[in-house]
């Protein structure tokens, strides 16, 4: 996520349960799709419940006896009533006047969070939709909420949803050279859009805690070239995250990458505006419009640099056959990076300029590229753009569709584009997305609190959506999507890693006297699954020899000189010297007698043949 929080937030809004929607959706006889397109209906302002701000009617052009103003705390709202309703699903509209910039409104419905809705700049009155709702019979109560504040509210309007038409995305990508991997993940990305929402998690910390705590990896992994840019590298920054993308691939995972860039010069440097703070415009003075306009300047130059340093790393990933969902110059039109400082024409030009030295100049067939804005003005054009997409953070525990922005998106890129969340706080609930008809391609929720701290998402939500759920796309329900066929699929553990299944030996009654209990046990095998100059796939199978059930297990064994894990999964592993520690996760330690666990390591150096060793808890 990375952007400044100078907006003021709202209280937590809490999200009625999408199963409870699903319960009452059959009921409301509204809930079909309306045949006509009829007017919509207005519901003044001013008629609300008004929590900390005032109707006001100074500005001219507003409809009805005023308009409401006022949205400067944290809860500051307006709860408008919309009585007598017949049930269903209608669109919403926003009637409002941002005249000190670009703002950001939360919206409720009947109390529950219903996702944000981004009001566009403007000194006169405009609108702006903001997605459905689902009414329910009789009277409802549709709130606008501060979150990003000082904005005037003049009405909300409703009109009953018509049936959508079908999607028009085929799959084919922008660069007609694209790799067969690139094209490959591109189909498998078009073949589910509108029928499964793939999951994907920022960095590797949080994939981790997810297998941990959870019990299944997402489909794709959210990482950062952050730290490769020229300005960071020569204040001595290191990062191993191509080295990340690398090992997920090898376990069959999506990667898409970011890039938080710091700015090629001009870093402040004092306290507050550190130079590894350099991509936040008030961290930097370098000015992208002036770079841009004189391509014999030092600082185009410079662009030109960082562009090529990071082609390198992508080239890496291009030579492994690794494809990257690839979102630069995330979140320009919110102005807190210096890309989109300087206004829409400067980010524009400045990606235009980004696509043509990747895809022209260093030949990077392996991208799907990925734009990160929802405003039609800041748009580069359908010709370097395979997805269209937004980053979105609502209220605490606001787990709404954000059909609004879905719907904003999918006329962005004419329904000819994928949708996709680049990054979330709260995870959209998978049913409400569904009956909401916001089709997202996937989700990549952000890292830290937005995923470990219980409140933004809790654990019981993630294991509903991450185990429940059969529309959500884990690592381990992929496939082989690079080379997809009708070969049988393998028996997955919770976490995605192929797993043999158990076997019961079964006793031969040679004799009525009953088999004394053996002593718990457990074996371990060592296999090496792939391998490549500098570094090696493994799998280590755990196996109850005994015959009585063990809660745990610890495997061990040495490596030699310059190896190393780099990554696992299903177990937490620790080094100590040359020897190498491997423990159960909570979810596989319990096995029954010849039950069996395997964990999964991604390792650095010439390809090991050790001997492991195990005991039993």
């Known amino acids: 996520m990375t952007r400044p929080r100078p907006r003021l937030r709202s209280r937590p809004a809490r999200l009625a349960l999408a199963a409870a929607l699903l319960l009452l959706a059959p009921l409301i006889p509204g809930l079909a799709p309306a045949a006509s397109a009829a007017s919509p209906t207005v519901y003044e302002a001013e008629s609300g ?5 005032t109707v006001e009617t100074a500005a001219a052009g507003y409809s009805g006896t005023g308009y409401v103003a006022g949205f400067d705390a944290a809860d500051d709202q307006v709860a408008i009533p919309v009585p007598n309703s017949p049930g269903g699903l209608f669109e919403l509209t926003v009637a409002y006047r941002a005249p000190y910039g670009q703002k950001t409104a939360s919206l409720l419905l009947n109390g529950a969070g219903n996702g944000d809705v981004v009001l566009p700049a403007s000194t006169e009155w405009a609108t702006v939709a903001a997605g459905k709702v689902l009414l329910r019979a009789g009277a409802n109560t549709i709130t606008v909420r501060n979150n990003w504040g000082w904005y005037e509210i003049d009405a909300i309007r409703l009109a009953p949803v018509s049936a959508p038409p079908p999607h028009q995305v085929t799959g084919a990508l922008v660069n007609p050279a694209a790799d067969a991997p690139a094209r490959a993940l ?10 499964d929402l793939i999951s994907g998690q920022q960095d590797m910390s949080g994939v981790r805690w997810l297998e941990e705590n959870v019990g299944k990896a997402p489909a794709i992994a959210g990482l950062d070239l952050m730290d490769y840019s020229p300005s960071r590298v020569e204040r001595g920054t290191t990062s191993t995250e191509v080295e990340n993308a690398l090992a997920w691939d090898a376990r069959g995972g999506i990667v898409t990458f970011a890039w938080h860039w710091n700015a090629p010069s001009g870093l402040i440097d004092t306290p507050g505006k550190e130079w590894w703070r350099g991509f936040y415009t008030d961290a930097t003075t370098f000015d992208v419009a002036a770079a841009l306009a004189d391509p014999n300047s030092a600082d185009y ?3 030109i640099r960082d562009i090529d340093a990071i082609a390198v790393q992508l080239t890496r990933l291009r030579d492994a056959g690794v494809p990257v969902l690839w979102r630069p110059l995330h979140e320009a039109e919110g102005g ?3 890309w989109g400082a300087k206004g829409p024409g400067p980010a524009k030009q400045l990606y235009r300029l980004m696509y043509d030295r990747l895809t022209n100049h260093h030949q990077l067939t392996n991208l799907i590229w990925v734009w990160n804005s929802i405003s039609a ?3 580069p054009g359908n010709d370097v753009v395979d997805v269209v997409s937004v980053d979105s953070y609502p209220a605490v525990g606001d787990h709404g569709p954000l059909s609004g922005s879905y719907d904003r998106l999918v006329s962005l890129g004419g329904d000819r584009k994928l949708v996709a969340l680049g990054e979330v706080g709260p995870i959209p609930d998978p049913e409400l997305t569904r009956i909401y008809r916001a089709d997202w391609s996937w989700f ?11 409140r933004w998402n809790s654990l019981d939500f993630l294991r509903r959506v991450y185990r429940d759920d059969p529309h959500v796309l884990t690592l381990d329900e992929l496939g082989d999507w690079k080379h997809p066929g009708p070969s049988p699929s393998p028996t997955v553990s919770p976490t995605g890693s192929p797993t043999p299944t158990p076997t019961t030996p079964t006793p031969t009654p040679t004799s009525p006297t009953p088999t004394p209990t053996a002593p718990a046990g457990c074996t371990a095998s060592w296999k090496l699954v792939n391998q490549w100059p500098g570094g090696f796939q493994a799998e280590v199978t755990v196996h109850n020899s005994g015959t009585a059930p063990i809660t745990g297990w610890t495997v061990r064994w040495t490596f030699g000189a ?9 177990a937490t592993v620790s080094t100590s010297g040359n020897t190498v520690t491997a423990r159960n996760v909570g979810w596989n330690g319990r096995l029954a007698p010849g039950g069996t666990a395997t964990l999964g390591l991604i390792g650095s150096g010439s390809a090991p043949t050790p001997t492991p060793t195990c005991t039993p808890a």
Do not use: E, I, P
Not at 186 to 195: F, I, S, T, V
Not at 444 to 453: I, Q
């Open 301 to 303: 130059r410079l662009l």
């Open 336 to 338: 807190w990076f210096w």
């Open 562 to 570: 310059g190896q190393s894990v780099a990554n696992s999964w299903n």
């Open 49 to 53: 419940t008004l929590t900390g701000v």
């Open 186 to 195: 591109m189909r498998y990305l078009a073949a589910h859009y509108g029928k």
């Open 444 to 454: 990549v929720t952000w890292s830290g609190d937005f995923l470990t701290d219980g």
């Open 377 to 379: 003005d800041w748009y």
